[in-house]
């Protein structure tokens, strides 16, 4: 269940900005440079550079056998969706919590492994949320899809609650704040990978078994049930 950008610093976390700007429906296309082309009507355009902007994703689309992403550091091998493996998925899309159901996918890929024993992973910043074959013989698949939801629904946490976030769970910075130091008593293991993983094993557990967040750690837990409280009434 890992985060496919994890090299991605802490410190975007204090950078309003990134997936910031869009809505849960869309996704946001970077600065890019378009070729040159000739309109129908043989009009030559020349290339110009088109500014990031934030594009609707289209629900239709979900499902895909292949993908034109370049996900670093990864060997997957996609391969393509069975009908029931679609059917089992979108069950379990169809009954997230309300608040993390509004979040569109830009992609739902099927690979047979990322080489671990992960059930999923994810994309945050295309959101793209990606099957491996675990997945589909795990018992817990709905804990698994809200865990990879919460990686691309933590971007949209503003500066303080996610610093909150972080100091309620027990993560430390040095004295100027340039390092960032894990809980020592984490809710679960990989939570020590970074802020993101963290906060995606807090929401996987306040739906899945809410008494073990309470009593592990109460403030981490009242941060959690505010959050989700605000977020399911906007
Ligand atoms: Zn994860």
Same mark, same amino acid.
């Not at 070729?35 to 979900?62: F, H, K, M, W």
């Not at 091998?77 to 979040?103: F, M, N």
């Not at 008593?185 to 807090?202: G, L, M, Q, Y």
């Given at each position: 269940?890992?985060?496919?950008?994890?090299?991605?610093?802490?410190?975007?976390?204090?950078?309003?900005?990134?997936?910031?700007?869009?809505?849960?429906?869309?996704?946001?296309?970077?600065?890019?440079?378009?070729?040159?082309?000739?309109?129908?009507?043989?009009?030559?355009?020349?290339?110009?550079?088109?500014?990031?902007?934030?594009?609707?994703?289209?629900?239709?689309?979900?499902?895909?056998?292949?993908?034109?992403?370049? &996900? +670093?550091?990864? =060997?997957? @091998?996609?391969?393509?969706?069975?009908? %029931?493996?679609?059917?089992?998925?979108?069950?379990?899309?169809?009954?997230?919590?309300?608040?993390?159901?509004?979040?569109?996918?830009?992609?739902?890929?099927?690979?047979?492994?990322?080489?671990?024993?992960?059930?999923?992973?994810?994309?945050?910043?295309?959101?793209?949320?990606?099957?491996?074959?675990?997945?589909?013989?795990?018992?817990?698949?709905?804990?698994?899809?809200?865990?990879?939801?919460?990686?691309?629904?933590?971007?949209?946490?503003?500066?303080?609650?996610?610093?909150?976030?972080?100091?309620?769970?027990?993560?430390?910075?040095?004295?100027?704040?340039?390092?960032?130091?894990?809980?020592?008593?984490? &809710? +679960?293991?990989? =939570?020590? @990978?970074?802020?993101?993983?963290?906060? %995606?094993?807090?929401?996987?557990?306040?739906?899945?078994?809410?008494?073990?967040?309470?009593?592990?750690?109460?403030?981490?837990?009242?941060?959690?049930?505010?959050?989700?409280?605000?977020?399911?009434?906007?």
């Amino acid at each position: 269940m890992k985060c496919l950008l994890t090299s991605i610093p802490l410190i975007m976390l204090l950078i309003p900005g990134f997936a910031l700007a869009c809505l849960e429906n869309q996704i946001y296309v970077r600065e890019h440079q378009v070729a040159p082309y000739v309109r129908v009507d043989q009009t030559p355009v020349s290339g110009y550079r088109r500014n990031g902007y934030c594009r609707d994703l289209d629900i239709e689309n979900y499902f895909q056998d292949n993908s034109s992403q370049k &996900i +670093k550091g990864s =060997s997957l @091998k996609l391969k393509k969706w069975s009908e %029931a493996e679609k059917k089992i998925v979108q069950s379990h899309i169809d009954k997230l919590p309300k608040w993390l159901g509004r979040y569109r996918f830009g992609e739902v890929l099927r690979a047979e492994t990322d080489g671990t024993r992960n059930p999923a992973a994810t994309v945050p910043y295309t959101k793209t949320i990606i099957f491996f074959d675990p997945f589909f013989k795990s018992k817990n698949q709905r804990d698994i899809l809200i865990h990879e939801v919460s990686h691309i629904a933590v971007w949209d946490l503003d500066v303080s609650a996610a610093e909150e976030f972080a100091a309620v769970s027990g993560w430390s910075t040095n004295e100027n704040q340039t390092k960032r130091f894990p809980p020592t008593n984490p &809710i +679960k293991a990989d =939570s020590v @990978k970074s802020v993101t993983e963290d906060f %995606a094993n807090h929401i996987e557990i306040y739906y899945s078994n809410e008494g073990i967040l309470r009593k592990h750690n109460p403030k981490a837990h009242e941060f959690i049930r505010k959050l989700v409280l605000q977020k399911e009434n906007p």
